[in-house]
T-cell receptor, first 114, second 111 residues
C-alpha cells in the first residue's frame, strides 16, 4: 500500500515570492509521482510527473519538482508565484504496474496575496 | 486533443433514489478510475478497470457498482442515495504507466 503526506494544508504567500509545497510518500514498491492542480469547481490538471530519469522535473506554469528517493519526497517549487496560481495542489503516487490506482495526498491550498 | 468526458456535469437527486454517472475515457487508454471528492477533501479512490476488467477496489460502498463496457466507456451506478453521497465524482483514464487524465467531474447533490 502507498500513502502520501502533504505537510502543509495551506500555504499563504505574496505575489512574486518563491514557494515550496512539500510532499512525502511511503511505499513498499517503486512508484511514479505526480503533482496535480485543481482550480475551484474544476477537475484535476496534471502539473508534472516523475516516471524515470532525471530527478528534477519541470512542468507547466513554471513549476518544478525534485524526486528524492532517500527522503521519499517530491516537493513542488516555483521561483515566483502569480495570483493565478491560487488553487489546491495534490501530490499523488502510483505503483509501477499497469492499471494501478493513484493515491492522493490531502492537498495543499496555495493562497497568493497581492 | 480529446479529453475525458463525464456526464452529466451536475445531478440533483433525492434520498433513496438512484443515479448513473458516465465516463468516456481518452481513446486507446486502457485504465479507467473513479474517485469521489467531498467538500474540502482530497479525491478518494473508488474503483478502477484495466482493459475492461475490475483491477482495484477502494472505499466504494456496497450501494455503488461500476462497470466498463466493450467501447471502454464506464458507468458508476449509485443506489439508495444518502445525503453523504453528495460530492464531486471524477473519472480518470490512463494509458499503461503514464499519467492519468481527469474529467471535469460530476457534481452530485443529494437532497
Amino acid at each position: 500500500a502507498q500513502s502520501v503526506t502533504q505537510l502543509d494544508s495551506q500555504v499563504p504567500v505574496f505575489e512574486e515570492a518563491p514557494v515550496e509545497l512539500r510532499c512525502n510518500y511511503s511505499s513498499s514498491v517503486s512508484v511514479y509521482l505526480f503533482w496535480y492542480v485543481q482550480y475551484p469547481n474544476q477537475g484535476l490538471q496534471l502539473l508534472l510527473k516523475y516516471l524515470s530519469g532525471s530527478t528534477l522535473v519541470k512542468g507547466i506554469n513554471g513549476f518544478e519538482a525534485e524526486f528524492n528517493k532517500s527522503q521519499t519526497s517530491f516537493h513542488l517549487r516555483k521561483p515566483s508565484v502569480h495570483i493565478s496560481d491560487t488553487a489546491e495542489y495534490f501530490c499523488a503516487v502510483s505503483p509501477r504496474r499497469a492499471g494501478n490506482m493513484l493515491t492522493f495526498g490531502g492537498g495543499t491550498r496555495l493562497m497568493v496575496k497581492p | 486533443a480529446a479529453g475525458v468526458i463525464q456526464s452529466p456535469r451536475h445531478l440533483i437527486k433525492e434520498k433513496r433514489e438512484t443515479a448513473t454517472l458516465k465516463c468516456y475515457p481518452i481513446p486507446r487508454h486502457d485504465t479507467v478510475y473513479w474517485y469521489q471528492q467531498g467538500p474540502g477533501q482530497d479525491p478518494q479512490f473508488l474503483i478502477s478497470f484495466y482493459e475492461k476488467m475490475q483491477s482495484d477496489k477502494g472505499s466504494i460502498p456496497d450501494r455503488f457498482s461500476a462497470q466498463q463496457f466493450s467501447d471502454y466507456h464506464s458507468e458508476l451506478n449509485m443506489s439508495s442515495l444518502e445525503l453523504g453521497d453528495s460530492a464531486l465524482y471524477f473519472c480518470a483514464s490512463r494509458l499503461q504507466n503514464t499519467e492519468a487524465f481527469f474529467g471535469q467531474g460530476t457534481r452530485l447533490t443529494v437532497v
